[in-house]
């Protein structure tokens, strides 16, 4: 365990309604006046308004952060407020960003709140970070999680990073220019990004809602311990929860003496990977495509991908279930038509893609798969269908 000095000075008096406003913490010994100063000093950057950024831009607000930074181009939906908690049923439609602020200065009218509604990508990524002194990223792709690591790690400020998938969560601290030569990076723990398809993302797998508090708020309770210096924090250890069996534990991290000292940033979805790309022209088919060619009466393998409990939910009519990993794996396989045009779908083409590119690979020519999936299914073909 490490202990690391204040991130932040402390500056400036508090007025007497920041007094009574942050009592509770004042009268902490390890926090009192100066951790209050302090909080009130920093910059904190947090990267999504989704489950995790929710309740961590609500009790970073609330513990007195003095300026929140918002990176965010999404816009609020009715599937979101399972777990977003910052926003509610009059924002739906509305960017994120916006609702987040608005939610935020409800709470306390007394942080700064800055929008960045922008894709982060490594245009822009040093710029932002760079007017910050602390970074929070919930997101819930590879692709983004490196390139926060290697701007936090150019910049030189710590990153605090939190995942969530189901009933589990995992949260660390990450700082490659930590004193004492205690720098560790989200890259001692992942070197490479895992197979495309792997880790499947909280759309296509679900998450339970209120694991996003859990996990969120221990991200917060790290971002405090780091700007005012006390406690011990996770740099240098991961910690696992699982709610299931409501347990936490945590487990050392070492930094890689191969890897490479982290200079320029680069393209992260290429380092990532893209699911493997399937040489025919015809790969690739919109809504309207599938519906004309069911309509036309002509014979089709209508194939969804997705898992049992999805099925459930929803379905086109017509389709036959074979989830993603019996295709994967090889044990379905034969139980697909040779001579047949094959259609498959999952949720939004994520899966499918990844189904086709094997279902190719295998030998069967005449295959493509859904273009957005049901989820495109539904917005343009049968509107009454429920989008999950």
Same mark, same amino acid.
């Given at each position: 365990?490490?202990?690391?000095? +204040?991130?932040?000075?402390? =500056?400036?008096?508090?007025?007497?309604?920041?007094?009574?406003?942050?009592?509770?913490?004042?009268?902490?010994?390890?926090?009192?006046?100066?951790?209050?100063?302090?909080?009130?000093?920093?910059?904190?950057?947090?990267?999504?308004?989704?489950?995790?950024?929710? +309740?961590?831009?609500?009790?970073?607000?609330?513990?007195?952060?003095?300026?929140?930074?918002?990176?965010?181009?999404?816009?609020?939906?009715?599937?979101?407020?399972?777990?977003?908690?910052?926003?509610? $049923? *009059?924002?739906?439609?509305?960017?994120?960003?916006?609702?987040?602020?608005?939610?935020?200065?409800?709470?306390?009218?007394?942080?700064?709140?800055?929008?960045?509604?922008? $894709?982060?990508? *490594?245009?822009?990524?040093?710029?932002?970070?760079e007017n910050y002194d602390l970074v929070l990223d919930g997101t819930d792709n590879f692709a983004t999680r490196y390139l926060v690591n290697d701007a936090a790690a150019i910049v030189?400020?710590? @990153?605090?990073?939190?995942?969530?998938?189901?009933?589990?969560?995992?949260? *660390?601290?990450?700082w490659d220019g930590a004193p004492d030569g205690a720098g560790i990076n989200y890259r001692d723990l992942y070197p490479e990004a895992p197979p495309p398809g792997m880790v499947p993302s909280c759309a296509e797998g679900g998450v339970l809602g209120v694991l996003?508090?859990?996990?969120?708020? #221990?991200?917060?309770?790290?971002?405090?311990?780091?700007?005012?210096?006390?406690?011990?924090?996770?740099?240098?250890?991961?910690?696992?929860?699982?709610?299931? %069996?409501?347990?936490?534990?945590?487990?050392?991290?070492? $930094?890689?003496?191969?890897?490479?000292? #982290?200079?320029?940033?680069?393209? @992260?979805?290429?380092?990532?990977?893209?699911?493997?790309?399937?040489? *025919?022209?015809?790969?690739?088919?919109? =809504?309207?495509?599938?519906?004309?060619?069911?309509?036309?009466?002509?014979?089709? %393998?209508?194939?969804?991908?997705?898992?049992?409990?999805?099925?459930?939910?929803? $379905?086109?009519?017509?389709?036959?279930?074979?989830?993603?990993?019996?295709?994967?794996?090889?044990?379905?396989?034969?139980?697909? +038509?040779?001579?047949?045009?094959?259609?498959? @779908?999952?949720?939004?083409?994520?899966?499918?893609?990844?189904?086709?590119?094997?279902?190719?690979?295998?030998?069967?020519?005449?295959?493509?798969?859904?273009?957005?999936?049901?989820?495109?299914?539904?917005?343009?073909?049968?509107?009454?269908?429920?989008? @999950?």
């Amino acid at each position: 365990m490490v202990h690391l000095p +204040p991130l932040v000075e402390p =500056a400036g008096e508090l007025t007497p309604d920041e007094v009574a406003r942050y009592s509770r913490h004042l009268i902490i010994p390890n926090v009192g006046i100066d951790g209050q100063k302090r909080l009130r000093h920093a910059r904190v950057l947090v990267v999504g308004a989704g489950g995790l950024g929710s +309740p961590a831009l609500l009790y970073l607000a609330a513990a007195g952060v003095g300026t929140l930074g918002i990176v965010e181009f999404d816009d609020v939906e009715l599937s979101n407020l399972q777990r977003q908690i910052i926003h509610g $049923r *009059s924002d739906v439609g509305r960017p994120k960003a916006e609702s987040a602020r608005d939610s935020i200065l409800e709470l306390n009218d007394g942080v700064e709140v800055r929008l960045h509604r922008v $894709r982060l990508d *490594s245009s822009n990524a040093l710029e932002l970070f760079e007017n910050y002194d602390l970074v929070l990223d919930g997101t819930d792709n590879f692709a983004t999680r490196y390139l926060v690591n290697d701007a936090a790690a150019i910049v030189g400020i710590p @990153y605090v990073w939190g995942s969530i998938y189901r009933f589990e969560g995992q949260v *660390s601290v990450f700082w490659d220019g930590a004193p004492d030569g205690a720098g560790i990076n989200y890259r001692d723990l992942y070197p490479e990004a895992p197979p495309p398809g792997m880790v499947p993302s909280c759309a296509e797998g679900g998450v339970l809602g209120v694991l996003c508090a859990s996990i969120g708020s #221990i991200m917060v309770t790290e971002a405090v311990k780091l700007i005012t210096g006390i406690g011990e924090t996770l740099l240098g250890r991961l910690m696992i929860y699982d709610a299931l %069996a409501m347990s936490y534990r945590t487990v050392g991290l070492s $930094r890689d003496p191969h890897r490479v000292p #982290i200079t320029e940033l680069i393209d @992260y979805e290429a380092f990532c990977g893209v699911v493997p790309a399937v040489e *025919s022209k015809d790969a690739t088919i919109t =809504a309207q495509e599938l519906r004309t060619m069911l309509d036309s009466g002509r014979e089709v %393998a209508l194939i969804d991908v997705r898992e049992p409990v999805e099925w459930d939910i929803v $379905r086109i009519d017509g389709a036959r279930l074979i989830p993603k990993d019996r295709i994967l794996s090889g044990a379905a396989l034969t139980d697909l +038509p040779q001579h047949v045009p094959i259609v498959l @779908y999952c949720k939004t083409g994520i899966r499918s893609a990844e189904a086709l590119a094997a279902v190719v690979g295998a030998g069967f020519s005449d295959a493509s798969h859904l273009q957005g999936g049901i989820v495109e299914w539904a917005k343009q073909i049968d509107p009454g269908m429920p989008i @999950y």
